[in-house]
């Protein structure tokens, strides 16, 4: 803590010096002189003698350097004396007294009062006095809460620290005189506040005493607050006008026994399960039962501020309590998960009780508005919920136009453990004031029970407290003692208050415990012994505060009893309502419903994506076009956009622009896009340039793509935070807000999505199988070997097909016609309904196109993962002609042999399938050595689903041949170990079908590609073009 006295005495050549650099520590109005008051005043209006804060010294100073003529000769004096070098004491001269020396001399004394008085000379020591209770008070201010009474058992300091700062005590200040022992005397001491505290309300002064007295009881008593490390002077003075005004945490009798009602549902809520379910887990919040009621606050002051939608966030601990007493879900829809017979009727393989989420839009009963919450299904990944509920909440003021975010807004829960330990914390924190991510505001609160599963808080975190992480962004942290339900009421509304007013994060400390273990059934005496006996002993909240109130006459025990036994009726009804239940339904639980967009759509008609060539034209000239009037592009963007508008004129597209012609007709349809990821505005590989910048005015922009149709959608593109698991997770939540647009994350490298595989994992993959949610989003992930090393060339992309859901020896179904076997006319569109996601390795911009387009053509939502080229953005031969774009076309999942071979099947000695850009090389290799007419090659375009019936059809074409599958990737990666099992499949129902083909199902599929290794690649170039010359030698072998 920076020291006054230290200031004073070190701040040489000048004592006042030494003063004005202490006051600018201490106060926030130094140097203030705008009011134009005149100071040279007579000293009768303004007498030098008189008692004076330091603020009026301070200013008095300042006005002094400016002009010496516009304060009193004596202040004139007084600093002149100091600015020479005058010892402190000996620099101010005191006027000749009215009085004559007659009338003192015959015993008239002047009064004496322990406040500043006309008779007390204003010296170094009465200066330096003032400042150090100014500095008392920010002391408190700034580390009150580390000795704030905020532990329910008594046991643990939340900041694990049991020292108290020396900033705090009182004997640290020499106010009486070096090596005085503060007494009675010094403690009745008057002082003038300075106006950086509002603990006096209209009084301008206190006692030293009484000074103390009120800092404690604000800073230091049931609410411990940081918020003095924001560099904000309006912000930190609103805090503490809130809690330092005197009064501010009075309730009347209504607001205390509306927080006992909401008490009474959350515990007895608790106490229900567990005397019907025992033996089930279900993360209860015995220990913290004040969540609801903050959670409730929150949401009652926020509506009362304007909000109209919710969404929440949480980790599994007390999520059923949530659901029943915040959002109101029917108790015997939370019942019915708890029984083991029900199955479920309808698609989904569920998910267990306490991860599920919910929508809800209900009445508040206390602002009488009708309010929307979601809460957002979660895996037991405790944070991995944050960033895609910013995401879904960002997405929701969008749509609405809440350009501040005072319709929409979130709440996330947290446990202390996981706030202090995960680093999404931290990624989804850093996104709160991007502006392509701001969510304008979100309301944080820790379920603090002060342990982890088994683990001490002393060993859990480095930080002082589980919620330093916040700090980083200036977002104010009100710790609370959870035992306390009217503190924790006011600091919740206080939080609600401070994110309507500053759009800004803020976060609620609930310093409380857990009851029980981890969960239920789980004993926690084996590691925690103290602690849990302590807990033993420890009255519930309910039992405290009830006492509370009725020892104080605010309810009586008759109707303390009749709260509590009208809910545990309800509770009672609910669960006779459950037994009657013969299913489950996952839809209940869903927590992003779509209204509306499943209605009069066509399940099984495959959709064509293609589009007028007129709009092909349009959006790829303007697109082409440098922005109109004097914006200035680079001399490099004016060639590229000249090569593009050559393609236009030449009816042919390269991947950026077919990505563009991509989006632009989207847009044109209405449909908002939105990109984002790392160096996505231009592209990592410098292809895309969908942001340009005048190359003469800073911060000046034009994104062609908004300017393309009036009345169009927007488009957004926008770079990200370095940050793959946030990010990512944002994203999947803007997709999940509505259908009806296309959603695209591109990594910089396919490499680094692995940062995300949480996301990938918990929620895209599988995220409509565990809460039939289904989602459209778009991931881009750069794969490809070109020598870039091990790090620069791989998307991983074995691990998006093993993750894929469908069976690698089943055979979709075929129906007969005639004599020959033909694949039914669904078969396409029934694959894509099955398959949890599309997994695809593009060649072609007119496919990329189509695969762009069909996410927002298809009646339903999947997500979409895309390996995309790096070295095919330029390739002259990987572009497509508007033919394969215009009306009538369509995405194709295989490209089959089109050349020389396909003409003479029998000449063929060895049918090659690959998929990606080694197919240009297998190209090339084939013309290189003359082999056009032996080796036919097919390209699968979407790996998964499989495209079993296409790749049936080219085995069939040449079943003289060998065949191989040829990668790039090594052995032990790329699509090898997914398409070899299928391709086996295929070949039997070949030879099961027909029987002129029956030795085809002893048929081998040969692997041709890179050896297996632990790297995905290697770091040397010229290892990597011999393993290239290698599989490439191999695959254009005819034995």
């Not at 058992?153 to 049991?162: T, V």
């Not at 002393?458 to 710790?479: K, M, W």
């Not at 209405?670 to 790392?678: A, D, E, F, N, T």
Request: charged fraction near 25%; charge should be neutral; include cysteine.
């Amino acid at each position: 803590m920076f020291r006054v006295k230290t200031l004073w005495r070190c701040a040489r050549p000048s004592a006042v010096e030494g003063y004005k650099l202490a006051c600018r520590t201490c106060s926030s109005q130094a140097g203030s002189n705008k009011s134009g008051r005149n100071y040279a005043t007579l000293a009768a209006a303004e007498p030098f003698l008189s008692g004076s804060s330091s603020v009026y010294v301070e200013e008095m100073y300042n006005a002094w350097q400016t002009d010496p003529n516009s304060v009193h000769k004596s202040w004139d004096a007084y600093f002149r004396q100091i600015s020479q070098g005058a010892p402190p004491g000996t620099a101010y001269v005191r006027p000749p007294t009215l009085a004559s020396t007659a009338t003192l001399a015959q015993g008239s004394v002047a009064p004496q009062s322990t406040q500043l008085t006309m008779t007390e000379p204003v010296t170094d020591k009465v200066i330096e006095d003032h400042l150090s209770v100014q500095t008392i008070i920010r002391s408190y201010q700034t580390r009150g809460h580390n000795v704030a009474s905020l532990d329910p058992l008594g046991i643990l300091d939340a900041d694990l620290d049991s020292a108290i700062p020396s900033e705090l005590i009182l004997e640290s200040y020499s106010l009486g005189g070096h090596g005085h022992v503060i007494d009675n005397t010094d403690l009745n001491r008057v002082f003038r506040l300075p106006e950086t505290t509002y603990i006096g309300g209209k009084e301008q002064s206190l006692p030293l005493k009484e000074i103390i007295n009120r800092l404690k009881t604000i800073y230091c008593d049931h609410i411990g607050i940081e918020f003095m490390f924001i560099n904000n002077r309006e912000q930190t003075d609103w805090i503490k006008q809130k809690f330092e005004t005197p009064g501010v945490l009075e309730f009347n009798d209504e607001e205390k026994r509306l927080m006992l009602a909401r008490v009474i549902r959350s515990q007895r809520f608790e106490e229900f399960l567990a005397r019907k379910w025992s033996s089930e887990k279900r993360f209860g919040l015995e220990g913290c039962e004040v969540l609801i009621p903050s959670m409730k606050t929150v949401i009652d002051s926020s509506s009362a501020l304007g909000v109209e939608s919710i969404v929440i966030g949480m980790p599994h601990r007390g999520r059923l309590n949530v659901l029943a007493n915040v959002c109101r879900k029917p108790l015997e829809k939370i019942f019915c998960q708890f029984d083991s017979k029900l199955k479920a009727e309808d698609e989904g393989s569920g998910d267990v009780k306490y991860h599920l989420g919910m929508s809800v839009e209900r009445l508040n009963r206390v602002t009488n508005k009708q309010i929307k919450i979601a809460v957002v299904a979660n895996p037991s990944h405790l944070e991995a919920v944050n960033p895609v509920v910013q995401g879904k909440t960002r997405a929701e003021q969008f749509y609405r136009g809440d350009t501040d975010g005072k319709k929409v807004m979130s709440i996330l829960l947290h446990g202390d453990a996981a706030f202090s330990g995960q680093g999404v914390v931290y990624e989804t924190m850093h996104l709160s004031d991007l502006p392509a991510y701001t969510t304008h505001g979100t309301v944080h609160i820790v379920a603090n029970n002060q342990i982890g599963f088994t683990t001490d808080p002393r060993s859990s975190r480095s930080s002082p407290y589980c919620t330093d992480v916040a700090r980083v962004v200036n977002a104010p942290i009100f710790h609370v003692n959870a035992d306390d339900p009217l503190a924790v009421a006011y600091v919740s509304k206080v939080a609600a208050e401070w994110r309507a007013t500053f759009a800004k994060d803020v976060v609620i400390d609930l310093v409380s415990y857990r009851r029980n273990g981890h969960n239920e059934i789980d004993e926690p005496m084996f590691t925690q012994p103290l602690m849990y006996k302590q807990i033993a002993k420890t009255p519930t909240v309910l039992a405290q505060f009830s006492e509370k109130l009725m020892a104080s006459g605010t309810v009586t025990q008759e109707e303390y009893e009749y709260e509590v036994n009208k809910y545990d009726k309800i509770c009672e009804e609910a669960y006779m309502l459950a037994k009657k239940e013969i299913s489950v339904s996952n839809k209940d639980w869903l927590d992003s419903p779509w209204e509306g967009f499943f209605d009069n759509r066509e399940a099984m008609v495959l959709p064509k994506t293609g589009v007028e060539e007129d709009v092909l034209q349009h959006v790829g000239t303007v697109f082409s076009s440098p922005p109109p009037g004097d914006f200035v592009i680079h001399g490099g963007l004016k060639r590229i956009l000249k090569s593009h508008m050559q393609m236009v004129n030449e009816r042919s597209v390269d991947w950026a622009l077919g990505e563009a012609l991509a989006f632009g007709s989207l847009l044109k349809e209405g449909i908002h896009v939105r990109l984002s990821g790392q160096d996505v505005e231009r592209g990592t590989f410098s292809h895309r340039h969908h942001v340009l910048h005048n190359q003469l005015v800073d911060k000046d922009t034009h994104i062609c793509l908004n300017h393309l149709y009036k009345g169009q959608a927007p488009y957004t593109v926008v770079n990200s935070s370095l940050s793959e698991y946030g990010v990512l997770g944002f994203e999947l939540g803007y997709a999940l807000t509505n259908p009806n647009s296309l959603i695209l994350w591109e990594a910089q490298f396919g490499d680094f999505s692995n940062t995300a595989q949480c996301v990938i994992d918990q929620f895209i993959s599988s995220g409509q199988a565990k809460w039939v949610r289904q989602n459209g989003i778009v991931l881009l992930l750069p794969h490809g070997y070109e020598g870039m090393g091990p790090e620069h060339s791989s998307a991983r992309l074995e691990r998006f097909l093993q993750m894929s859901n469908d069976d690698p020896e089943h055979f979709p179904k075929f129906e007969k016609t005639g004599l020959n076997q033909k694949e039914s006319e669904d078969f396409e569109i029934q694959q894509l309904h099955e398959i949890n996601w599309f997994v695809g390795n593009l060649t072609t911009p007119a496919n990329y196109f189509h695969a762009l387009r069909r996410q927002i053509a298809l009646p339903f939502r999947k997500p979409l993962v895309l390996m995309t080229p790096k070295s095919l953005l330029r390739l002259p031969e990987a572009r497509s002609s508007f033919d394969e774009m215009v009306e009538g076309t369509g995405f194709v999942r295989m490209y089959p042999e089109q050349g020389l071979p396909s003409e003479n099947p029998k000449a063929v000695k060895k049918l090659i399938f690959c998929t990606g850009k080694v197919y240009y090389d297998l190209v090339k290799e084939r013309e290189k050595l003359d082999l056009v007419d032996k080796i036919a090659i097919a390209r699968i375009e979407q790996i998964s689903p499989f495209p079993f019936d296409l790749v049936k059809d080219e085995m069939l074409r040449y079943p003289g041949a060998r065949m191989a599958w040829v990668q790039e990737e090594h052995k032990n990666m790329g699509a090898w170990f997914y398409v070899e099992p299928r391709m086996r499949t295929v070949l039997r129902k070949i030879a099961a079908t027909d029987q002129a083909n029956e030795k085809m199902a002893s048929k081998k599929v040969e692997y041709i590609g890179r050896y297996p290794s632990a790297a995905t690649a290697t770091g040397n170039k010229s290892k990597h073009l011999w393993e290239f010359g290698e599989f490439m030698k191999h695959a254009m072998q005819m034995n």
